[in-house]
């Protein structure tokens, strides 16, 4: 159970970019429960993977050398959960239909291109957090990389919808 939570069901193992492959198929599963109408679960999913890799992490760690090998991706996954939860939360109240491909992409795309940034780049408290070289390190720098990624992609739609959309028509 420690490697299947660790690894995402074995995601964590899919090479090269194994972050990036789980940041992907947590999107998917996101825009599944939305297209569903299932829009709260996204936020509640990220809670739950944050607790799970809490939990699976410390364990997965426990007598090995590399302190962030690159199969785990639960961090990854929770993440980009919360990124995305700061769209389907805004959805849900407006009752957006955001759809798999169609509808709102934008909205769910932001979040994903966004994380991915924060997490390769590891900018500011991200950095600091990943350089702690333990198991609440490898959790807290992605966990921060999706609220931040999460607010931007607010910021980005406050720009779009205040400034842009309407100086096109």
């Known amino acids: 159970m420690i490697?299947?939570?660790?690894?995402?069901?074995?995601?964590?193992?899919?090479?090269?970019?194994s972050g990036t492959w789980a940041s992907l198929a947590a999107a998917l599963l996101a825009l599944l429960a939305m297209n569903q109408g299932l829009y709260w679960l996204v936020p509640v999913a990220a809670v739950l993977a944050t607790?799970?890799?809490?939990?699976?992490?410390?364990?997965?760690?426990?007598?090995?050398?590399?302190?962030?090998?690159?199969?785990?991706?639960i961090d990854e996954v929770a993440g980009q959960w919360i990124a995305?939860?700061?769209?389907?939360i805004p959805a849900m109240q407006h009752g957006l239909d955001v759809g798999l491909w169609w509808g709102a992409w934008p909205a769910w795309a932001a979040p994903f291109?966004?994380?991915?940034?924060?997490?390769?780049?590891?900018?500011?408290?991200?950095?600091?957090?990943?350089r702690r070289g333990d198991a609440t390190g490898v959790?807290?720098?992605?966990l921060i990389a999706g609220l931040f990624a999460g607010i931007g992609s607010v910021i980005l739609a406050g720009l779009y919808?205040?400034?842009?959309?309407?100086?096109?028509?």
């Open 3 to 17: 490697n299947l939570t660790a690894t995402f069901f074995g995601i964590g193992h899919i090479r090269p970019a």
């Open 51 to 73: 607790g799970f890799g809490f939990w699976a992490v410390p364990q997965y760690l426990r007598g090995r050398d590399d302190t962030d090998p690159s199969e785990v991706v």
């Open 84 to 88: 995305i939860s700061f769209v389907a």
């Open 113 to 130: 291109l966004l994380f991915r940034l924060f997490d390769i780049w590891k900018p500011w408290i991200i950095g600091r957090a990943d």
């Open 139 to 142: 959790m807290l720098d992605d």
């Open 161 to 169: 919808h205040g400034v842009v959309k309407p100086w096109l028509m």
